[in-house]
Each structure stands twice: as C-alpha cells, then as structure tokens.
C-alpha cells in the first residue's frame, strides 16, 4: 500500500496505522515504521487523527507549510536505504553522522537535506536519483 500513487490511499494508510497503534491493535511491520516516525512528530498527532483533515488539507510551500506526509516518508525512507545499505556505504555514512550528532532523529533530518536535494534533482531531469551524489552529500554533513 505505501507504495500506491494515489494521495488520498497513502494518507490514509497513515491515518489508520495511527489508530490501530493508538488504540493497541497489532502492527504489521510497515506500520510499526510508520507509527515510530509519526510518535516522533507531536505535531501531526492531531491532524492524523482526524481522517477528513489529514486527507484533505492541501500543504503549500508558498504559504510556508511543510507537507507532514513527505516529511515522515522522507524518514521512512531513510530508514529503509539504512536497513539494505543502499546505496552502499549510506550506513557508514549515517553511523558517522549519528556519532558526532548522537541524536537519530537529527541525524535523519540532516540526511532529508541531501535526499530532498538527489530527489528534486531526479525530478529536474528526469532521471533516477544520482546514488552517488547523495552519499557525497550525506558524508559531508
């Protein structure tokens, strides 16, 4: 499901892994990844347990709002290239960052820098994220 292209399908899946861990049902692994990034965030607690408003409000970089969704799978994400090592050495790189910042969830906020740069590069071109370029990047920081 989180891999769906459908907006409104991904912020419910969201919402609903929120619930079920809120109301102490089982987790599927997914799930559980998404609710430890969401416990993270305090400040979208609200807006995701309101269905209606987490599927509708329109988040807008010109009225200065970050898109919470974006912002979590950006974690999410990061969490992922971290469990497969991909792209090779982003481990290395990540378990140096996190040594000389010892907080997680800095250093993934950190790392959403580089990433955000590789993505909105591959949008800009067209072409597949610059792997290498993004490592370059996270082992600057």
């Given amino acids: 499901m989180l891999f769906s292209q459908n907006r409104d399908e991904l912020r419910r899946f969201y919402v609903e892994a929120w619930r079920k861990y809120r109301e102490a049902l089982p987790l599927q692994p997914l799930e559980a990844l998404i609710c430890e990034v969401i416990a993270l965030h305090p400040e979208y607690h609200t807006m995701l347990e309101n269905e209606e408003q987490a599927i509708a409000q329109e988040f807008s970089a010109e009225n200065g709002q970050g898109n919470p969704f974006l912002h979590m799978g950006m974690h999410i994400g990061i969490r992922e290239q971290l469990s497969t090592n991909r792209p090779p050495g982003i481990v290395a790189a990540y378990e ?4 000389r910042l010892g907080d997680r969830h800095e ?5 959403m820098e580089c990433l955000g740069q590789a993505m909105w590069e591959a949008q800009r071109s067209g072409m597949p994220p610059d792997e290498v370029a993004y490592l370059e990047c996270v082992n600057r920081l």
């Fill in 96 to 99: 140096a960052l996190l040594k």
């Fill in 107 to 111: 250093a993934e906020h950190r790392m």
